[in-house]
């Protein structure tokens, strides 16, 4: 398969898991700790909403890394 047009795409979410779950932090202890509700952040976690630039700041805060830790991109393909 010949790749015609490659975007990246982030992969916040697992990422921020991966971190999240090393701190041994639970979903609802660092959604309270950024402001966010439960739900919105299982939903960046799980790649369903991106990750706005203040949550990821917000986040490596409350994780004690650098954002870049938790900013990952894949590539994909478009069709064209």
Same mark, same amino acid.
């Given at each position: 398969?010949?790749?015609?047009?490659?975007k990246?795409?982030?992969? #916040?979410? %697992? +990422?921020?898991? =991966?971190?999240?779950? *090393?701190?041994?932090?639970?979903?609802?202890?660092?959604? &309270? $700790? @950024?402001?966010?509700?439960?739900?919105?952040?299982?939903?960046?976690?799980?790649? #369903?909403? %991106? +990750?706005r630039? =203040?949550?990821?700041? *917000?986040?490596?805060?409350?994780?004690?890394?650098?954002? &870049? $830790? @938790?900013?990952?991109?894949?590539?994909?393909?478009?069709?064209?």
């Amino acid at each position: 398969m010949t790749r015609t047009n490659v975007k990246p795409v982030p992969q #916040n979410g %697992p +990422a921020i898991r =991966e971190i999240r779950q *090393r701190e041994g932090l639970t979903v609802a202890q660092l959604a &309270a $700790a @950024i402001d966010v509700s439960d739900p919105h952040l299982r939903n960046i976690e799980c790649e #369903n909403k %991106p +990750a706005r630039p =203040e949550h990821i700041a *917000r986040i490596a805060k409350k994780l004690r890394c650098r954002p &870049a $830790a @938790i900013v990952r991109t894949a590539d994909y393909e478009v069709a064209s």
